[in-house]
T-cell receptor, first 112, second 110 residues
Framework: EAQVTQNPRYLITVTGKKLTVTCSQNMNHEYMSWYRQDPGLGLRQIYYSMNVEVTDKGDVPEGYKVSRKEKRNFPLILESPSPNQTSLYFC???????????FGPGTRLTVL | GIQVEQSPPDLILQEGANSTLRCNFS?????LQWFHQNPWGQLINLFY???GTKQNGRLSATTVATERYSLLYISSSQTTDSGVYFC????????????FGKGTHLIIQP
């Protein structure tokens, strides 16, 4: 089944404890991206990757890092999480930036 | 960047009713998508429709790119249609991601 997977689906952590949210797609897509969703602010892009060689910041990159070492995986790294990073996170992928994007199931992160 | 506005923000209907959701965007688009966010938070792809008209069962969508708007039609609503509907677009000049509207919160009452 063609899909985007994210892990973990739910995470409660404490301020400053490094964490990684994994994202993987099995559709051989070049383009991958991360979004966060917050009440009143909607969905906003954090980082995107055109391919394994090109990664760039989205609208809200502060406090996040990403890595694209292979086509299928695009992990989101929070090196020192803070409470304002409590959010619902989505990974997405598509053939290219203008093609239909497919979203993972989401990761609910709470930082205490 | 591109601006995406959706209307109405909230809509309450009885089961069996029809509805039209609107999405206005401020620039030419390479990509326009409609999503349904279900009560569990998952984003379900409804349509990829940068132009033209598509239908999928009780749902259909039309995008008039020259006039910068898109419409999502839901016919014979069911309670399972409840949730938030998002329109999202990628502008013609951009390689970054989707810009989302604020959504239409739809409640279908039995």
């Amino acid at each position: 089944e063609a899909q985007v997977t994210q892990n973990p689906r739910y995470l409660i952590t404490v301020t400053g404890k490094k964490l990684t949210v994994t994202c993987s797609q099995n559709m051989n897509h070049e383009y991958m991206s991360w979004y966060r969703q917050d009440p009143g602010l909607g969905l906003r892009q954090i980082y995107y990757s055109m391919n394994v060689e090109v990664t760039d910041k989205g609208d809200v990159p502060e406090g996040y890092k990403v890595s694209r070492k292979e086509k299928r995986n695009f992990p989101l790294i929070l090196e020192s999480p803070s409470p304002n990073q409590t959010s619902l996170y989505f990974c997405a992928s598509s053939l290219d930036y203008y093609n239909e994007q497919f979203f993972g199931p989401g990761t609910r992160l709470t930082v205490l | 960047g591109i601006q995406v506005e959706q209307s109405p923000p909230d809509l309450i209907l009885q089961e069996g009713a029809n509805s039209t959701l609107r999405c206005n965007f401020s620039d030419s688009v390479n990509n326009l998508q409609w999503f349904h966010q279900n009560p569990w938070g998952q984003l379900i792809n409804l349509f990829y429709i940068p132009s033209g008209t598509k239908q999928n069962g009780r749902l259909s969508a039309t995008t008039v790119a020259t006039e910068r708007y898109s419409l999502l039609y839901i016919s014979s609503s069911q309670t399972t249609d409840s949730g938030v509907y998002f329109c999202a677009a990628v502008s013609g000049g951009g390689a970054d991601g989707l810009t989302f509207g604020k959504g239409t919160h739809l409640i279908i009452q039995p």
